[in-house]
């Protein structure tokens, strides 16, 4: 008997290769919009479409040119560069071409690699992947159409537990520290890889390979230069991370809650909670490197849109390695709805400005699953999905 045009059609939408033509096309296509209408005009200055590639491939030229990557350059970029040195160096490739190329480029390295990651899991099947690749397209197209680097980390992350869960012993350590040098939170990355076999050889080379990143700009800056780099970096990350609370735990309570903990405490408490979580998801590490790609999000008070990306992608890895229940299912949809949707022109400017924002709806789903990941241990047995 044929298959009915409905079935042929879902087969289609979720065959691997319809998923990777659309995160390519997407990628691109929301490039190529956003660099069409060309340099804007901001506070007297003229800046570049897509000023968070502008403001990476800047670095890059900086470092070389042995400027102050954190210094102000209001005639280049409209805002500071806030990630490592070494990033800077590694953004070469980009940076040397013509803009709008490596732009491309560049956005098409975070959908694809995004894409790749997910497929390489190793706890779902085919059919699985792509319905999570399908559900995390919107958060990966907001990322990109912001040229952010928040699908590469995210990649990076899952990529470095899907190579310890199929016992690579060295490149976990090589991708946990390429997101740590891009955002500092990729360190987490390590979590699900700890409770796995062959610790000592993951921390002996993730030390290593930080080392040679952290190292690798003086091929173009001196020592000294280095050293003063990383203070500057230091300093930068401080003031940023002191002057916003972002779309964080920490912005729920102070818009819910009316409290203002110090920061560091609140991302302390959460960072003890999600370790003794981990310890009892221990045997189902697909759940703890869901809760840590929803933790890095969730308690990060530099948090912004593009960012959920990371949060969403772990979301996708909770879901779909759950079985099916009313619940999850209705967290999955609340994600979609209010973390995803929400964030979109489909939802009127003045309803999101007015109620959306201020009260930092977009994080709540993903506090909500969050919890969930990690109480669920204390309450019911959950099928292994790491032992089949």
């Known amino acids: 008997m044929p298959d009915s045009p409905r079935t042929r059609l879902a087969n289609c939408l979720l065959h691997p290769n319809c998923v990777l033509a659309v995160y390519c096309l997407a990628a691109i296509i929301a490039t190529l919009l956003k660099l069409a209408p060309g340099p804007f005009e901001q506070s007297g200055f003229h800046y570049q479409p897509l000023q968070n590639f502008a403001i990476f491939r800047n670095s890059f030229y900086h470092l070389i040119h ?24 590694l953004f070469a490739p980009f940076a040397l071409l013509p803009y709008a190329i490596g732009a491309v480029l560049w956005n098409l390295l975070n959908a694809l690699s995004l894409y790749w990651a997910v497929r390489w899991v190793p706890s779902l099947d085919d059919r699985q992947k792509m319905l999570a690749l399908w559900f995390m397209f919107l958060a ?12 590469l980390v995210a990649a990076l992350m899952i990529f ?33 890889c700890l409770l796995g076999r062959r610790r000592r050889h993951l921390l002996v080379f993730t030390t290593a390979w930080a ?26 990350l401080l003031a940023f991370n002191q002057a916003r609370l972002g779309i964080s735990v920490m912005g729920f309570l102070k818009a819910w809650l009316h409290l203002a903990p110090p920061s560091n405490y609140v991302v302390a408490a959460g960072a003890a909670i999600l370790i003794a979580t981990s310890l009892l998801n221990r045997h189902h590490r697909v759940l703890v490197m869901a809760s840590v790609l929803i933790f890095v999000t969730i308690f990060n008070y530099a948090a912004e849109s593009p960012s959920y990306v990371i949060a969403v992608s772990g979301v996708a890895l909770w879901y779909f390695s759950q079985p099916r229940t009313t619940v999850n299912l209705a967290l999955l949809a609340f994600t979609f709805l209010f973390t995803m949707l929400a964030s979109t022109d489909l939802i009127p400017r003045s309803l999101r400005a007015e109620f959306l924002e201020p009260y930092v709806i977009k994080a709540l789903p993903c506090i909500a699953v969050w919890l969930k990941i990690g109480t669920e241990p204390l309450f019911a047995r959950i099928p292994n999905p790491d032992m089949k």
């Open 66 to 89: 042995h400027q102050n990557l954190y210094a102000r350059f209001d005639f280049e970029q409209w805002d500071f560069y806030r990630y490592s040195p070494a990033f800077a160096l």
């Open 140 to 151: 990966m197209l907001n990322s990109v159409a912001n040229a952010q680097s928040n699908a």
């Open 160 to 192: 470095a537990w899907s190579a310890h869960e199929r016992d690579k012993p060295d490149a976990p350590a090589l991708l946990i520290v390429l997101a740590t040098f891009i955002k500092l939170f990729g360190i987490f990355a390590l979590l699900p």
């Open 211 to 236: 080392a040679v990143l952290a190292l690798a700009p003086l091929f173009v800056v001196t020592f000294n230069e280095l050293g003063l780099l990383y203070r500057n970096w230091y300093a930068t």
